[in-house]
């Protein structure tokens, strides 16, 4: 499977829908019965196909809103340094907040976000992630909606990039190129 530049599909497309439509039931029903406003926060770019997939899949009252922070450059090793690079535009001190992440792989980037969004006082924050490369953990982070842990290889598609292609491939697929 390289007609995209792509090894191997790690993930098809039926393969993630099944992950979407189970993610979108467990968090209907964590917050079926909150009285707080649900925000579902998405980490541009990575997270924008998923979470359109994902909100869909979410039968409780929502409102999105979606943040920028650069961690990586164009290359795949993180730097460990998180920029904000645009803020929300909703405030989220006392409400129910989700964020959802393409996939969390050294924990630098999310980790150093959901301190910084706790700081702001929200009722919650739970954390969704389609991708988990616990193999690569260097801070801990706590996942309440995990899609599926996978093993230390740079992938891309389904939103996911290298060098910002690969982002409309359809399914999760391993990078074959090279990787800084
Ligand atoms: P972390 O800070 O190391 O957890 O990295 C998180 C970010 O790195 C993710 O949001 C992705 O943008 C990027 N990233 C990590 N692993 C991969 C991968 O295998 N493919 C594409 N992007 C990745
Ligand atoms: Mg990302």
Redesign the pocket.
């Known amino acids: 499977m390289s007609e995209q530049g792509l090894k191997k599909v790690l993930l098809s497309q039926e393969d993630i829908a099944q992950i979407v439509a189970r993610l979108g039931r467990e968090i209907t029903e964590c917050y079926r019965n909150s009285d707080k406003e649900l925000i579902v926060i998405g980490?541009l770019?990575?997270?924008f196909i998923f979470m359109a997939d994902l909100v869909r899949e979410i039968k409780c009252p929502m409102v999105t809103d979606f943040m920028t922070v650069s961690?990586?450059g164009d290359g795949?090793i993180?730097s460990?340094d998180?920029k904000v690079v645009m803020d929300l535009d909703e405030s989220i001190t006392g409400r129910d907040i989700l964020m959802v992440?393409?996939?969390?792989?050294?924990?630098?980037?999310?980790?150093k976000v959901v301190n910084m969004l706790e700081g702001r006082k929200p009722a919650s924050l739970r954390i969704c992630t389609l991708?988990n490369?616990p193999s690569?953990?260097?801070?801990e982070?706590k996942i309440d909606f995990c899609g599926i842990d996978?093993p230390d290889?740079?992938?891309?598609g389904y939103g996911?990039?290298?060098a910002q292609k690969f982002r409309n491939v359809p399914y999760v697929g391993i990078?074959e190129g090279p990787i800084e």
């Open positions: 980490l770019r990575g997270s961690s990586y795949t993180s460990g998180v992440e393409d996939i969390i792989d050294t924990g630098n980037t999310f980790s991708l490369k690569r953990r260097k801070v982070v996978i290889e740079f992938v891309c996911l990039d290298f990078y």
